[in-house]
């Protein structure tokens, strides 16, 4: 039987229900589980699994990876739990499968001092080193709710993600299940085949390491706030000003205390005074770019194309932008050029 068209068949079950209570409770008869049942959650745990991560491209892998064990494994389906549940199970330990052979990732801030525009250019590092921007689409819907676009938005932010990396693996699958997807301990405890004081506990001490990352205890819970037209406005004056390469007016849409960093670099400059030296010294070879809008992380965000010395211009970097009240705080330029591809941005641009 092919992958489409096979279905587990639940003994004393009938129709799609999913809990254990609606099992017991249902007629005699057949639970079926088809590929789409599976799929449905796809996005959700991309969500799930980049928060775990760090990585869209590890998270995508992590995903597809619990498909196949899930298809895999569907004939041992009892239905003594929710689909839902058993797939973040298989989810989990495909995540902590990947967690133990590889470095935490960070952000170049959590890596050392800010640099100065004038400083020699430090060698990139790996790639893997770094956490990485996800397209908004993969882990939320053009249809979700507006509340649940912002507490998503919130839970999965640059900053967050990078401070659940400082988690130890297990802790970080409570805390994400517990405060961002908000499970009861005790469901917790079942997927983790773990006790429920063993979830309270590494949920204290998860809450105790990203209070010392300087995150507070209601980040992973509270919500973020839409785009107000008048920051959209901001946007589009930012946009504008750097394809004119405008840069005395692109510094006035920045805090004074704005950050630019750009992975693979491990460089970060600290000040609008800074960041409009960097444009004109290193980074003039931006001059002449191209933008094309997207999202990331939930936040406005632009794939970077530079000239290209062969005629129109080439993918240079993802710019994931965040703003505070109406002025960009943070410039957050990925220069890993494979991510265009993820976030369905063109190959090249034309002139």
């Known amino acids: 039987m092919g992958f489409a068209g096979k279905l587990v068949r639940v003994a004393g079950v009938t129709g799609r229900t999913e809990t254990a209570k609606q099992v017991e409770a249902a007629r005699p008869g057949v639970l079926e589980l088809r590929q789409e049942d599976l799929e449905q959650y796809r996005r959700e745990l991309t969500g799930y699994c980049y928060r775990m991560l760090g990585s869209v491209f590890e998270a995508e892998d992590a ?21 839902r549940s058993w797939m973040y199970r298989i989810a989990t330990n495909a995540c902590l499968d990947m967690l133990r052979s590889r470095q935490r990732r960070a952000r170049p801030m959590d890596m050392g001092p800010s640099s100065k525009a004038d400083a020699a250019l430090p060698a990139t590092l790996a790639d893997n080193l770094f956490v990485e921007p996800i397209p908004t689409s993969h882990f939320m819907s053009d249809r979700a709710d507006p509340a649940e676009v912002a507490a998503a938005r919130e839970t999965i932010r640059l900053a967050f993600v990078s401070a659940l990396q400082y988690l130890p693996a297990r802790q970080r699958a409570v805390l994400i299940l517990r405060e961002v997807l908000r499970w009861e301990a005790t469901e917790v405890a079942e997927l983790l085949d773990t006790t429920v004081a063993s979830v309270n506990s590494a949920l204290q001490r998860a809450r105790a390491t990203l209070a010392e990352r300087a995150l507070d205890e209601d980040d992973a819970s509270s919500s973020a706030p839409a785009i107000t037209p008048k920051q959209q406005a901001l946007l589009a004056n930012y946009v504008d000003a750097f394809e ?4 005395t007016r692109l510094v006035t849409l920045l805090h004074d205390d704005a950050v630019m960093s750009m992975p693979p670099f491990p460089l970060w400059l600290v000040g609008s005074d800074q960041i409009a030296a960097w444009f004109l010294g290193a980074g003039i070879g931006c001059r002449g770019s191209r933008i094309v809008a997207t999202t990331a992380n939930g936040l406005p965000a632009y794939g970077t194309y530079r000239v290209d010395p062969a005629g129109g211009w080439a993918p240079w970097s993802i710019q994931v932008i965040e703003v505070k009240d109406d002025k960009i705080s943070a410039l957050n330029s990925f220069l890993d050029t494979k991510l265009f591809a993820t976030f369905g941005l063109p190959a090249h641009l034309d002139a």
């Open 63 to 83: 995903v597809q990876d619990t498909m196949v064990r899930a298809w895999k494994g569907i004939d041992r389906f009892e239905g003594r739990s929710s689909v």
């Open 244 to 247: 004119r390469y405008d840069v």
